[in-house]
Structure formats: structure tokens, C-alpha cells
């Protein structure tokens, strides 16, 4: 599966953006999908997961309540949407793709798209 991240910017504290992570390949709804983050400096850190049939949610602690996963296995696509957005919110955000394990591990996903850069401004 390919995948192709796209949807960030500039944006203020407090502001909202949607990230949209597009697939094109094997069946994209055997995929379980998730969104990373690698921030300057820093790994690159589990963000927001999404099971492949059943649509079962997960997020790290730092973004709980403010960051929805979803997913449309029409358009081969998941979304991150990110609200009430924080300066440490800052960095490159991957999406993946895994089809077997879950939950999901940021050294063991089958596939990576580029990343999109997200920068919040205080």
C-alpha cells in the first residue's frame, strides 16, 4: 500500500487543521492505520490509531480530547482531525499502515507515507 499525507500548515494556537492520509494499492481496509509524529530532535511518536473493520480508537495521552482518527474505506482514506492545537503539537506527521498487529507499534508498521509538516504559533 502506498499512502500520502497531506493537510498541514500554519496555524495559531487554539486553531484546528485536518490531516487526510490517502492510500492507493492493496485494499486499504485491511489495513489497521495510525498517525506519528516526529517533532525536531525527538523520535517519532504514536499520535492516533484506527482498527481495519471494526473502527476501534486510540490516541496517546497528550493529544486525548482534542485529536479524532477516523476513517472512510471508500475513499482509501483516514483523517486526523486536530483541534485546540498546542506549540508542542509542532512537528512532521506520518501516516502508517500495519495489517496484522494491533495496537500498533511505530517500529513495526508495513508502510509509511511522506510526512506533513505541522507548525502551531503562539
Known amino acids: 500500500v502506498q499512502l500520502q499525507a497531506s493537510g498541514g500548515g500554519l496555524v495559531q494556537v487554539g486553531g484546528s487543521l485536518r490531516l487526510s492520509c490517502a492510500a492507493s494499492g492493496r485494499t486499504f481496509s485491511m489495513y489497521h492505520m495510525g498517525w506519528f509524529r516526529q517533532a525536531p530532535e525527538k523520535e517519532r511518536e504514536f499520535v492516533a490509531a484506527i482498527s481495519r473493520w471494526s473502527g476501534d480508537t486510540y490516541y496517546a495521552d497528550s493529544v486525548k480530547g482534542r485529536f479524532t482518527i477516523s476513517r472512510d474505506n471508500a475513499k482509501s482514506t483516514v483523517y486526523l482531525q486536530m483541534n485546540t492545537l498546542k506549540p508542542e503539537d509542532t512537528a512532521i506527521y506520518y501516516c502508517?499502515?500495519?495489517?496484522?498487529?494491533?495496537?500498533?507499534?511505530?517500529?513495526?508498521?508495513?508502510?509509511w507515507g511522506k510526512g506533513t509538516q505541522v507548525t502551531v504559533s503562539s
Open positions: 502508517a499502515a500495519e495489517l496484522a498487529h494491533w495496537p500498533l507499534d511505530v517500529n513495526g508498521m508495513d508502510a
